[in-house]
């Protein structure tokens, strides 16, 4: 009996036993302090850097018209940029065949630390647990262009969209003319119109479609478009080149009225969402004054900036993007100025324009046509005729 409860008294070996259980456990610890911790530190770092790169190769792409090989080699750039972890912070490398294009306005990028590619995360304890840890993370992103169909920041002008055709049979004649972009000295479906009956307003016999005959992009880029007439004897009527108030009458946001308030959006632009289809109510008067004021604000904010003809941009700017450069609503001429609910009239928002704004002549407002990304509410079908775009993930 002394003899069994003397082998149950004897603590010989314990020690070892313990510091073995302990060391397991450290090791335990030590693979998710360190290792893991590793891991999941590349993986959010990789994850970064390819939602950055694909959403400035959306951009190139959407300013390239579509060039693949341009948004790839900015989706590259970007991605090394970027750091993720290795043995130590290093650069993201990738390469064109880390760039894929689901669609034509679509774009995916893959960002990795694999073994492959000869930079996998170094890893120092779980690989002594199987030779499948190799420390091998990939992030994948992908990001498209849309058009816009509802932004904020516009500017108080509202010109009528282009309307053409004037015997409405919804096709080229020969007394219109026409933009040959192909070269084959015939009109061709797609080929934009360029004359209504002269009268400077629009008539039911008038064809007119925001997207077939109404100002668009890529084809009015760089074109010099009046957004508001100050001299009232002047042609297309000045009435047609409107002054408005935000926000929008159909949505019930606060609408801020008179000469403060439109000389502010011209500087400062409006805080209020409009879309396509909004009512936008008409200020009373020319706006003379106000309009002159808020230019003389807005140019003097940059005023050595210029458009570059053989570009297609502004040069010599002191910002990023100059803030000459505006977002502004045009009208349905179809339904032109409406006064049925009283008041000043207003117009329905049928497209939203960019535009830069080059020279002030003696009280018009002058500016040319420019395509850029800004925020928005996506438009799949583009219908707001391609001068505002917006980029986004949907991966």
Known sequence: MKSVKRVFRDETGVVAITVAVAILVI??????????????????????????????GAVALAASAGD???????????????????NMQRPVVITGSDVAFPGPDTITVTTHRTIGTNDPVTLYFLKVLGPENKGEVTARATATVSCISGTDCLRPFCPPDRWEDADNDSVWDPEEAFVDTNGNLAWDP???????????????????????????????IGIEVTLKLRNSNKLPLMGWYYA????????????????????????????YLVSIGDW????????????????????????????????????????????????????????????????????????????????????????????????????????????????????
């Open 27 to 56: 090791f335990g610890f030590a693979v998710l302090a360190v290792d893991m911790s590793l891991i999941q530190l590349a993986k959010v770092q990789l994850q970064n850097a390819a939602d950055a790169a694909a959403l400035a």
């Open 190 to 220: 797609g080929e934009t119109f360029t004359d209504d009956n002269g009268n400077g307003v629009w008539d039911p016999a008038e064809f007119y479609d925001p997207l077939l005959t109404g100002y668009r992009a890529p084809d009015d």
């Open 280 to 395: 936008l109510q008409l200020e009373k008067g020319v706006m003379e004054g106000p309009t002159d004021q808020g230019l003389e604000e807005l140019i003097t904010m940059d005023p050595t900036a210029e458009w570059d003809a053989a570009t297609g941009t502004v040069i010599n700017s002191a910002f990023p993007t100059s803030p000459r450069v505006i977002k502004v609503p045009a009208f349905d001429p179809t339904l032109g100025k409406q006064d049925d609910l009283g008041g000043p009239g207003y117009v329905t928002v049928t497209k939203f324009m960019v535009l830069f704004i080059e020279q002030h002549y003696g009280g018009d407002v002058v500016g040319r046509f420019m395509k850029t990304a800004t925020a928005g509410v996506p438009d799949p079908g583009c219908s707001s005729g391609g001068f505002l775009y917006t980029v986004y993930l949907v991966e």
């Open 68 to 86: 693949q090989s341009v948004a790839t080699a900015e989706a590259i750039r970007i991605a090394g940029l970027n750091v993720a972890v290795q």
């Open 244 to 271: 408005v108030r935000f926000g929008a009458l159909n949505t019930g946001d606060p609408i801020c009225e008179g000469g403060d308030c439109y000389r502010e959006w011209i500087h400062l632009c409006e805080p």
